[in-house]
């Protein structure tokens, strides 16, 4: 792979885009093109990597933006609408966008491409996310277009706005943590880091034609996470469980008043489904070994500069 080939990152101002951007540049790769439409976060990369390339495109809109598929040489799909009580964002952000870069990485014929999936394309839920995330997964394997797609579990790492990143801002300035119902629902949690590392080997070895799903190797219950997390940021707070009806209720109150709330009633469905991904040995598939999850989160809110940056949701 030539490093000073263009990488594209379609919505790389979120997660694994910012984490990408730095592991990429770690490497050398330094033609890299963010396109996202989210400024508070496009400004936050521009700060932190003033040396690439960060604009402002709403990708569900033709518009400028379009032009920096002409000679891109990978692409990089990242954009992804996560949370909204409404569906409306859902089709825009997820299925909209992606029919417009799939026209131009056809129309550029641009040699290879990644595509972000998600682990919940297999999953029993039937949310907005979920239904969104599964069309648009089809969406690209139909397109013919020489690709590989990962499907990653729930995330972790440096600049997580949501996830295990707002949920340790919350225990920090609560002195009660509330739980859903016994708390012992198992998570498979990957991070960030090792993820952004499949990515690099995907782009390097240019494997296509395969659908990946890339899990986190430990099994482990949320409530466990949540201890974990405590610790880690030495948060003082009691963790106290409550039951599912009431908890779930008072995300449904939550709603009526934030937009865009950090925790939806959805996604506590989700979270309590039960599901249990496949586990694959990544690591030997794409050379890439796996971060123990006790030292990951010790990176993640560990790091001088990195893990006191917030996005924003």
């Known amino acids: 792979m030539n490093k000073t080939a ?5 919505g790389g101002a979120g997660l694994v885009g910012q984490n990408l951007i730095a592991e990429l540049k770690t490497r050398g790769y330094d ?9 508070p976060n496009l400004e936050i990369l521009r700060q932190l990597h003033p040396d ?4 402002y495109a709403d990708l569900a809109e033709p518009g400028d933006w379009q032009k920096h598929f002409a000679d891109a040489e990978t692409v990089v799909m990242l954009q992804a609408q996560i949370g909204d009580p409404n569906p409306e964002p859902f089709v825009r952000n997820n299925l909209t966008s992606t029919e417009l870069i799939l ?3 056809k129309r550029h014929d641009i040699p290879y491409t990644v595509h972000i999936s998600s682990s919940v394309v297999e999953s029993v839920g039937d949310d907005h996310y979920t239904t969104s995330k599964r069309a648009q997964e089809q969406m690209v394997i139909a397109s013919g277009i020489r690709c590989v797609v990962l499907r990653p579990t729930l995330m972790f790492g ?4 949501k996830h295990l990143g707002w949920l340790s801002r919350f225990m920090k300035r609560v002195p009660v943590f509330p739980i859903p119902g016994h708390g012992r629902y198992m998570r498979q949690p990957l991070f960030v880091g090792d993820f952004c590392r499949i990515i690099i080997s995907c782009i390097e070895s240019r494997r296509s034609g ?14 466990d996470i949540i201890r974990c997390i405590r610790e880690a940021v030495r948060a003082r707070c009691l963790i106290l469980r409550i039951p599912y009806g009431l908890f779930s209720a008072l995300l449904r109150l939550w709603a009526l008043f934030d937009r865009n709330p950090p925790f939806t009633a959805d996604q506590l469905k989700a979270l309590t489904a039960g599901d249990e991904f496949e586990v694959i040995d990544w690591p030997a598939i794409f050379g890439v070994p796996a971060t123990p999850f006790s030292e990951a989160i010790g990176q993640t809110f560990g ?6 940056v917030t996005l924003e949701f």
């Open 6 to 10: 263009k990488i594209l990152l379609p």
């Open 31 to 39: 033609n890299l093109v963010v396109l996202d439409k989210h400024r």
């Open 52 to 55: 690439i390339t960060a604009e």
């Open 103 to 105: 026209q131009l990485i």
């Open 158 to 161: 440096w600049f997580d706005r």
């Open 210 to 223: 395969e659908v990946f799903n890339i899990t986190g190797q430990e099994r482990i219950d949320y409530i």
């Open 303 to 308: 790091h001088p500069v990195y893990s006191k």
